[in-house]
């Protein structure tokens, strides 16, 4: 019994740690026309260039959304795909798996209520020095208050993130740094 509950402790740490920062590799369409660049788990390290894809290609139909709009009232896109855009204002360190947002040009260092971007599932990871670059976003918005346990966690990584305050959550299927 004692060792099982070890062994749940383990897998449970080992999937929430993040894992090294691939960086962008070809697109196998670029010559088509495509984005410019994909992040892999196999990828070469290169530095990311304006236009570089991370994650799935963001799909144009999903409906654009201004991200100071959802921050005014984001209980209504709560549940809901969209599209924005937004200044990185900090990177996950250990390896891109996650990042913060301001509404571009808003002048504050740090949003009221930050929006904190995931890469879903680790499927892909930014680059750790993306900060200050404007990124587009598809993902699923969901608005929630973090545990102290995950708080402690991406601050750790270089988030400035407070336990108990409603946070815009999106969980990024695709990111294009500008």
Request: charged content about 20%.
């Amino acid at each position: 019994m004692k060792w099982g509950v070890v062994a749940v402790l383990v897998a449970s740490a080992a999937s929430t740690a993040c894992t090294p920062e691939p960086q962008p590799a070809p697109n196998p369409t670029a010559n088509q026309g495509a984005n410019p660049a994909v992040a892999t788990a196999s990828a070469v390290k290169v530095p990311a260039k304006p236009g570089d894809t991370f994650g799935k290609t963001i799909d144009s139909d999903t409906p654009f959304v201004a991200l100071s709009d959802i921050l005014k009232d984001p209980k209504a896109y709560n549940g809901k795909k969209v599209r924005t855009r937004g200044e990185v204002i900090a990177v996950c360190q250990a390896a891109g798996c996650w990042a913060d947002l301001k509404p571009e040009g808003s002048g504050a260092e740090k949003a009221v209520a930050p929006t904190h971007v995931t890469m879903h599932n680790h499927a892909f990871f930014l680059p750790k020095h993306a900060k200050t670059k404007v990124a587009e976003i598809e993902g699923n918005l969901v608005v929630r208050e973090l545990s102290q346990g995950e708080v402690d966690h991406y601050n750790s990584e270089g988030a400035s993130l407070t336990a108990g305050t409603p946070l815009v959550n999106v969980d990024a299927l695709g990111v294009v740094l500008r």
